[in-house]
């Protein structure tokens, strides 16, 4: 049966570019995870199979394991389509954005969670292209809400900033308490 290029087919014979390259990194962290359990978890004595520490993280990973080395062999058996540095080069651009949240945690005992909260949200929304004054503005109120939402409300534990010294007494309690 001739297969109609307007629908999509369920098995497809050729391999999309970078699916081998993906291929390869997902069985090199699987096998690299699975090399560790022995040293990242223990055994308890008079414990049953399933009460293990071990037992449900190595499971995991050996399934993790096969399915990645299947689908490594499924890819590399499957026709080669062009353009697989560039697909490889896209995910390499999107690592710019784990180095900005980085930054951004980094940047919290500095200026503290309010500021470089605000400053991240900010940012991203120009990095993203967005330029319009409803935009900054949205993401300024993102950026609040967020704030309250972990600072007081979830009552999460984040340090305040060294900036937060320069403030006085009664202002810099609210800063370090709620922002």
């Known amino acids: 049966m001739e297969h109609d290029n307007a629908t999509p087919h369920v098995f497809p014979e050729a391999r999309r570019p970078g699916e081998l390259f993906y291929s390869l990194i997902f069985l090199a962290t699987a096998l690299a995870l699975l090399s560790m359990i022995f040293w990242q978890t223990s055994v308890l004595p008079g414990k049953g ?82 330029r319009s004054g409803l935009a900054f503005a949205a993401a300024a109120s993102f950026a609040l809400f967020v704030v309250l939402l972990f600072k007081s409300l979830f009552n999460v534990k984040i340090p305040g900033g060294a900036v937060y010294e320069y403030l006085p007494d009664t ?9």
């Open 49 to 130: 199979f399933a009460a293990q520490p071990r037992t449900w993280p190595l499971i995991s990973l050996v399934g993790m394991t096969l399915f990645a080395f299947a689908n490594l062999v499924a890819t590399s058996r499957s026709a080669r389509t062009p353009g697989r540095w560039r697909e490889v080069v896209v995910w390499i651009r999107s690592l710019e954005h784990v180095g900005w949240y980085l930054l951004y945690v980094a940047a919290i005992p500095a200026v503290g969670y309010l500021g470089a909260t605000l400053a991240f949200c900010l940012f991203m929304t120009w990095r993203a292209g967005y």
């Open 171 to 179: 202002l810099r309690y609210i800063m370090i308490r709620y922002f």
